[in-house]
């Protein structure tokens, strides 16, 4: 059974960082590409970041570009998402998904996601 | 970017009913279109990729069709347990982008 649980949520204040964990099992964690979506309050669902199977790739929205980073522990099996610079408006619920294939496609388990709160 | 718009926003609906849902992309996306359920507090779950192939376990009642730039997914006889949020995404290229949901309520 699939399994991936995040971890690193929290309350932090404008300007500050964190860094989210996720914990992948029931998979082979190092062949598949693994992302971030988060879905701010009463919102809709927005891609974040993806990392390849390998780690060698990242993709990143916008919106994030140049504040968040993500990576990977193969030997671990855990997706990580470093967040600086954290701005109100990156106030949601963050889940880590595993995708499908080795680069960004469609999401086929989802963990049950971790609340990042940005507020003063 | 690639825009996902879903009709309509919200729905409400019966137990027994028959439901579509559209999703339309800003251009052609071949069929890389693909199904979200969440229900309120839980994570997504996928039900179609491709845009017509179900993912495994998902009851046959759901189906989706389309290619090109415009989508349906179907639920042939609505259940209880199916109240709840759907979402496409396009994979034809990143950012990934994900309609912006439509709300399926009990009528």
């Known amino acids: 059974e699939v399994q991936l649980l995040e971890s690193g949520g929290g309350l932090v204040q404008p300007g500050g960082s964190l860094r989210l964990s996720c914990v992948a099992s029931?998979?082979?964690?190092?062949?598949?590409?693994m992302g971030w979506v988060r879905q701010a309050p009463g919102k809709g669902l927005e891609w974040v970041s993806e990392v390849s199977p390998d780690g060698g790739s990242t993709y990143d929205a916008d919106s994030v570009k140049g504040r968040f980073t993500i990576s990977r522990d193969n030997s671990k099996n855990t997706l990580f998402l470093q967040m600086n610079s954290l701005r109100a408006e990156d106030t949601a619920v963050y889940f880590c998904a595993k995708d499908s294939s080795t680069w960004p496609d469609f999401f086929d388990y989802w963990g049950q996601g971790t609340l990042v709160a940005v507020s003063s | 970017d690639i825009q996902m718009t879903q009709s309509p926003s919200s729905l409400s609906a019966s137990v027994g009913d028959r439901v579509t849902i559209t999703c339309r992309a800003s251009?052609?996306?071949?069929?890389?279109l693909n199904w979200y359920q969440q229900r309120p507090g839980k994570a997504p779950k996928l039900l179609i990729y491709?845009?017509?192939s179900l993912h495994g376990g998902v009851p046959s009642r759901f189906s989706g069709s389309g290619s090109g730039a415009d989508f349906t997914l179907t639920i042939s006889s609505l259940q209880p347990e199916d109240f709840a949020t759907y979402y496409c995404q396009q994979n034809y290229g990143t950012p990934l982008t994900f309609g912006q949901g439509t709300r399926l309520e009990i009528k």
């Open positions: 029931g998979f082979t964690f190092r062949t598949y590409a």
């Open positions: 251009q052609s996306i071949s069929s890389r």
């Open positions: 491709g845009a017509s």
